[in-house]
């Protein structure tokens, strides 16, 4: 069965500093990958996905990710973070039919001044 | 696209009463989901439709809970006999499809924080 590590519970990160989110992901057969992401408050919104073709996928606020097949790892990057980055970091994985997404427990992500 | 919408916002009840939560789902997705977040952890799948069709439940969702979407349309979650371990954020999603195919992605309400005291 499909399942998805998150590394780190916890990032504390000082503005305009560079982040990594660590997922690796296990399966047995090919998956699609995401990462979602929770503000105070708010419900989850997709930040971005991986379905085939490049490895590197981006989102339009300046983070992206990379596609590592041998490695299993699907890590969340920014080179540079502002304070309203603030939230909750989800890595999902599609499960084995392609029907629903397997969530890891989640980064915390705080950016402070 | 008004968005997902779940319906209360927060519960509170106590130990052995049932409680029934409503999701609306955006209006052209076929697709719903429910979740299940505890504090510190990633949302736990529950269980899915397609249209009306409940395709999928977890082994989690014990015979108490009960799903249905009727006609296709917004959906309803049960819980019989509440117990204080069913205290978590319940969370809707729909989408057009299946997670990988095409420009599908969920869509998820703000949820309902059953609180089971």
């Known amino acids: 069965a499909q399942s998805v590590t998150q590394l ?19 399966s047995s057969v090919s998956v699609y990958l995401f990462w979602y992401v929770q ?6 919104q997709l930040l971005l ?6 490895t590197l996928v981006e989102s339009i606020n300046g983070f992206e990710a990379e596609f590592n097949k ?16 603030t939230a909750e970091y989800f890595c999902a994985v599609s499960d084995s039919g392609y029907n629903k997404l397997i969530f890891g427990a ?6 402070h001044p | 696209d ?22 609306d789902p955006i209006s052209e997705h076929n697709r719903l989901y429910w979740y299940r977040q505890t504090l510190g952890q990633g949302p736990e799948f529950l269980t899915y439709f397609q249209n009306e069709a409940q395709l999928e439940k977890s082994r989690l969702l014990s ?11 917004f959906s ?15 969370l809707c999603a729909s989408s057009l499809g299946p997670p990988g195919q095409g420009n599908s992605p969920l869509h998820f309400g703000n949820g309902t924080r059953l609180t089971v005291t």
């Open chain 1, 8 to 26: 780190d519970s916890q990032v504390p990160v000082f503005e305009e500093a560079p982040v990594e989110l660590r997922c690796n992901y296990s």
């Open chain 1, 39 to 44: 503000y105070p408050n708010q419900g989850l």
């Open chain 1, 49 to 54: 996905k991986y379905l085939s073709g490049s």
């Open chain 1, 70 to 85: 041998s490695q299993t790892s699907f890590h969340l990057r920014k080179p540079s973070v502002h304070i309203s980055d």
């Open chain 1, 106 to 111: 989640g980064t915390r992500l705080a950016v």
């Open chain 2, 2 to 23: 008004t968005g997902v919408s779940q319906d209360p916002r927060h519960k509170i009840t106590k130990r052995g009463q049932n409680v029934t939560f409503r999701c």
């Open chain 2, 63 to 73: 015979d108490r809970f009960s799903a249905e979407r009727p006609k296709g349309s």
């Open chain 2, 76 to 90: 309803t979650l049960e819980i019989q006999r509440t117990e204080q371990g069913d205290s978590a954020m319940y």
